[in-house]
């Protein structure tokens, strides 16, 4: 059985973001970019079905996406098999363009299984799962939170998996292979690895390069949709520091509670 996982790398949303010049994107020139938080999950879940079934589990990521390259080193220290980074993608490549790139790859490496993050936090838009099992012919199933595969199956291999719905509301599902699985969470926390591993990782290379052979003019424009404008969120009011003793940082705000009708006499 082989996994794929799409990884995709993200900016840090703990450093400042500073919108671009002409306000259609974020600049990217000094930002940290970290692992997307849901593709953490999902090769998390693919190495827990790595661990019960033997399966293979391969780390996919896209060359243009700043610094993955640590992100798939860390895959391979925390028990992916292969990393592969994909070229030829474009510099900011959308979803669809992105899932374009990784069903390129599949058609010439083909998986029994894809997990990748049901979202990123830098569209959120959820369609990449949907996107790839569409271009791919294979069924999809987002918002999952367990992967496991089916010990005693009939005729095709499949999956079990469980679906979340709003309510707190499940469903488990039988998936026929292959198939695409976007995560929501996996069984457990993704697994640390210890920095010496992933150095060692790196130390051995081992990083694949796969152009995978998009059609000219395809790496732009592919989701038919344009950001016209972006906005910093407006500053609707500002915090209002209290100085003095206890007295009178007690004083001060109960006067602020006065002034706002909460506190009455």
């Not at 026929?176 to 993704?190: E, F, H, K, S």
């Not at 520091?241 to 009455?264: H, N, P, Y």
């Amino acid at each position: 059985m082989r996994i794929v996982v799409p990884m995709k790398a993200v900016p840090d949303l703990v450093e400042e973001i500073e919108i671009t010049a002409d306000g259609t994107g974020i600049d990217r020139e000094y930002l940290k970019f970290v692992l997307n938080e849901w593709d953490d999950q999902a090769l998390e879940e693919a190495l827990l079905v790595k661990e019960a079934t033997g399966a293979e589990v391969v780390a996919l990521g896209l060359g243009s996406d700043p610094d993955i390259d640590a992100s798939l080193y860390t895959a391979i220290a925390k028990g992916a098999d292969r990393a592969v980074r994909l070229t030829g993608a474009g510099e900011v490549p959308d979803t669809a363009t992105r899932a374009r790139a990784v069903a390129g790859y599949l058609r010439d490496h083909p998986a029994d299984l894809v997990i990748t993050g049901v979202q990123a936090p830098d569209d959120l838009d959820g369609q990449l799962p949907a996107t790839l099992g569409a271009l791919l012919g294979h069924p999809h199933v987002s918002v999952v939170v367990s992967v496991a595969l089916v010990t005693d199956p009939p005729e095709p291999p499949a999956v079990r998996v469980r679906q979340e719905f709003a309510g707190g509301r499940a469903a488990e599902l039988v998936v026929d292979l292959p198939a695409v699985i976007g995560l929501q969470a996996a069984r457990q926390a993704p697994r640390y690895a210890p920095i010496s591993r992933i150095r060692q990782v790196m130390a051995a290379g081992g990083i694949e390069q796969v152009d995978p052979g998009l059609a000219p003019g395809s790496a732009t424009g592919a989701s038919g949709l344009a950001v016209r404008r972006m906005h910093a969120p407006e500053k609707t009011s500002h915090a209002q520091m209290l100085t003095g003793s206890a007295d009178e940082v007690a004083g001060q705000i109960v006067d602020l509670l006065r002034s706002r009708g909460l506190v009455k006499g």
